[in-house]
Structures are given as C-alpha cells and as structure tokens.
C-alpha cells in the first residue's frame, strides 16, 4: 500500500494527494520495485496523480489497484460504505457514489425511533 495511507494522518496531518512533488515520487516508485522484489503480488496506489499511477504500472509486473490513483491501474477500489453513500462528509474528488443510503438509512432509523416512542413497535405480530 503506497502513497496515501490511513495512518499518514498523523504524520502528515492531513488526507493529501501524496507523491505530487518529483522526489516523493521517485521514493514511490522505488518502494513499488522494492515490493515487487521482496514478493508482494500487488500493490495498492492511493491517492497519487494518475500519471504516476500509469507510470508505476508500466514499470511493474505485477498488479496495481487504485484507490484514488486514476484509471491507469490494473484495478480500481472504493470502500462499499463510500460507494453506496453511507456517508454524506467524506467527499473526496475521487469517490463517485452509485446510491444514497445515507437518506434512506436515516430516514429508516427516524421511523423507528418514532414507532418505538409511539409503542406502535413491536406490534402483537412482532412478538412472541
């Protein structure tokens, strides 16, 4: 897993595109290789400019998958709670979401709490 990681965070102190300047690229790169060498059988490129997303794949034999990365890798990623828009805050150029759960999940949960309180829930067919 290259570029931006989860637990950058708290070195970086932010959710930056990583590897944007010439030298954080190249160090990528040679991690990528360096991988590859050891045994990894892919590797994970997020959040890095798609041209060296490209670039990376074309120097490896092995699998790139791409999270925020751009479409030049083997594969692409987006996590199921952010692709079926379980979350409204998160909105990151990169995320395309194909449903709005978020809506129908609080809406959903807004009826239950409103049928507990009311005691319309459980119903006599509800319970044992």
Sequence with gaps: HLGLTPQAIYKFGTYTVRAKDKDEAEKLIEDAKLLE????????????????TKKVSEELS???????????ADGQVLVIHDLLGMTHEFNPRFLR??????????????????DVKSRDFPSEEEQY
């Design 97 to 114: 979401r194909y449903m709005n759960l978020f809506e129908d999940m609080s809406e959903a949960i807004s009826k239950y709490v409103a």
């Design 37 to 52: 060498r050891l045994g990894c059988f892919a590797i994970v490129l997020e959040k890095i400019p798609a041209e060296l």
């Design 62 to 72: 092995i699998p790139t998958i791409s999270i925020g990365g751009g479409g030049h």
